[in-house]
């Protein structure tokens, strides 16, 4: 898909003055700073909460902050402002877009509900406002097992857009009524099957964990069913779950397929352990975009602010509601 891998730049300290200047700001405003966990160390570090998607939701849907700085992508702080519509929400740059999100607009969504009467449409926390709009369901990598497992079998269901994440779904339900949209994140599409075997075969032992937008997780899936992947040592997880597995886990190495930028908690919180990305390249360019600079100055002059319409926003929300009642 259009977008690319960009080179990870190495990060360099963050000034004392301009932390503290962020800080002040963040009084000043009454602001929350919540962040993603594919953001640069030095913003992860000066956020009030680092976390996944569905962890960022339920803090924007809790906070009592006026504003909230959201350090992420753009339809991440949509969904921000669609559960607090009084809160101010902030995004540094308006360039943090996802290509992934931009697989699917909402005019589709109507023509393959026509095509589809009756269907369950679950989308992915990874889509604009409008067409959260069109969804019975709203889901994150974090709990879209569970929440296609809530539908009941006879179902129809559209899924969407994230094709590798759908037919990980289909795979563990073993559901035949699900339609999966062929949309990709193109990060976690160059992350290879040929990766994956190459790190294993220079760490065996190392566990293995695996997002499930990744372009290998069916081939990880495939392993695992007949056995030539230990089942012990490999996970499907969110950002978050790979968090927490890492600091659960006994084992030392690990493998991590994902965007790299998850590495660095992981390795602030075990610093016993040792992480490595199983592909190097695997940087998200909008994640980037977001640094301290662009966060003081969205805090100073009050921009980028993401607003949803009333109406779009009321629909989008009962689609999100419904998955946080179930996850
Ligand atoms: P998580 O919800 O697992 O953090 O994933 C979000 C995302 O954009 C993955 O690319
Ligand atoms: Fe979108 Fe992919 Fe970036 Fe996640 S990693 S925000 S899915 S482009």
Redesign the pocket.
């Known amino acids: 898909m259009g977008a690319q891998q960009v080179a990870a730049a190495p990060e360099t300290a963050a000034d004392p003055a301009l932390v503290a200047e962020i800080l002040e700001l963040k009084r000043k405003r009454r602001a929350v700073i919540l962040a ?3 953001q640069i160390g030095p913003v992860q570090d000066i956020a009030d909460y680092v ?4 962890g960022l939701s339920r803090q924007a849907a809790e906070t009592d902050a006026e504003v909230i700085l959201f350090c992420g ?1 753009h339809f991440m702080a949509e969904t921000a402002a669609v559960l607090s519509p009084e809160k101010t929400v902030l995004i540094p740059d308006l360039a943090a877009g ?1 290509s ?1 999100a931009d697989t699917v607009d909402a005019h589709q969504v109507r023509r393959w509900k026509a095509e589809h009467p009756g269907a369950a449409v679950v989308s992915y ?2 889509t604009s406002a409008e067409v959260k709009a069109e969804s019975d369901y709203c889901c ?3 709990n879209a097992l569970k929440v296609v497992q809530s539908i009941p079998a006879d179902r129809e269901i559209l899924f969407l857009p994230d094709f590798f994440l759908g037919s990980w779904i289909q795979r563990e339900t073993g559901r035949r009524n699900m339609h999966i949209w062929m949309g990709e ?1 193109h ?2 599409a160059g992350i290879r099957p040929e990766d994956i075997a190459a790190q294993r075969a220079e760490h065996p032992g190392a566990e293995l964990l695996v ?1 499930p ?1 990744c372009g290998c997780t069916s081939s990880v899936l495939y392993q695992l069913a007949d056995g030539s992947i230990p089942k012990e040592g490999t996970s499907v997880l ?3 779950g790979m968090v927490q597995r890492a600091t659960k886990s006994p084992a030392q190495t690990f493998l991590v397929a ?2 790299i930028g998850v590495l660095h908690r992981m390795r602030q919180s075990n610093p016993d352990k040792r992480f490595l990305p199983v592909h190097e390249g695997a940087v ?1 360019m909008y994640m980037k975009k977001i640094t301290l600079e662009n966060m003081r100055d969205a805090l100073r002059d009050l921009r980028y602010r993401v607003t949803v319409p009333e109406d779009t926003a009321r629909r989008a929300r009962q689609a999100i509601e419904r998955m946080l009642a179930i996850a």
């Open positions: 993603h966990n594919y976390g996944d998607s569905l992508v996802c992934l926390v990874n994150t990598s974090g994140c990060v976690h997002h937008e969110s950002t978050e994902t965007e998200c």
